[in-house]
């Protein structure tokens, strides 16, 4: 009796597990549950890579469109540099124009509607040139600056320190933060 009541077990037993893999049911194979085990593994592992995959194209994404957008930027403030560069030339013939006329001549009633006019031309073009970001250097009683001033010529001076600007022979020029043409200058040396 005790053995036809293991046999019925067993046969109860085996119609429950009717259906269901063999890897699953208790006392399967070994071998199919690591090979599953392994497989999981080797896909998790995918994943991951492939997550990883995604947040550096997501980055390079990211900084190519930041790299872009600032070029941009810097494209729209700088456009007016050369045509800048040329009007710089304007500019400094309409100084030195200014600087010849010689002062009996300025308080000549014939010449003064002239001299007026070049002054207003004038301040109208330094005007002009405030409002698009470009900015006159400092340089007369300034330490020589290689990044904003060029040496032309030393001169001496027992005036001034050695390395300080004491002429300009042209003014320099900056374009909001950029240099836009270095100021030629004279710079003092010792007398000796």
Do not use: C
């Not at 009796?1 to 890897?23: C, F, I, L, S, Y």
């Not at 030195?96 to 001549?105: F, K, V």
């Amino acid at each position: 009796m005790t053995q036809k009541k293991n046999e019925a077990d067993d046969n109860a037993a085996a119609r429950e597990m009717d259906g269901v893999p063999e890897h699953l049911r208790e006392g399967g194979d070994e071998p199919e549950a690591n090979a599953d085990a392994e497989r999981i593994s080797m896909l998790e592992d995918q994943l991951a890579a492939a997550k990883q995959d995604v947040l550096y194209a997501q980055a390079d994404t990211q900084n190519v469109r930041r790299r872009m957008e600032k070029e941009a930027a810097d494209a729209r403030a700088y456009a007016a540099t050369n045509f800048a560069r040329d009007i710089l030339s304007v500019s400094d013939n309409l100084t030195r124009a200014l600087d010849a006329i010689p002062a009996e001549l300025r308080e000549d009633e014939k010449m003064k509607p002239l001299v007026t006019g070049l002054e207003a031309t004038g301040r109208e073009l330094d005007s002009v040139f405030a409002k698009n970001g470009i900015a006159r250097i400092a340089a007369m009683g300034m330490p020589l600056d290689p990044n904003l001033h060029q040496a032309m010529v030393e001169i001496p001076s027992a005036d001034a320190e050695a390395g300080t600007i004491v002429a300009e022979m042209q003014a320099g020029y900056m374009i909001k933060d950029r240099l836009l043409r270095p100021a030629l200058v004279g710079v003092a040396k010792s007398a000796d």
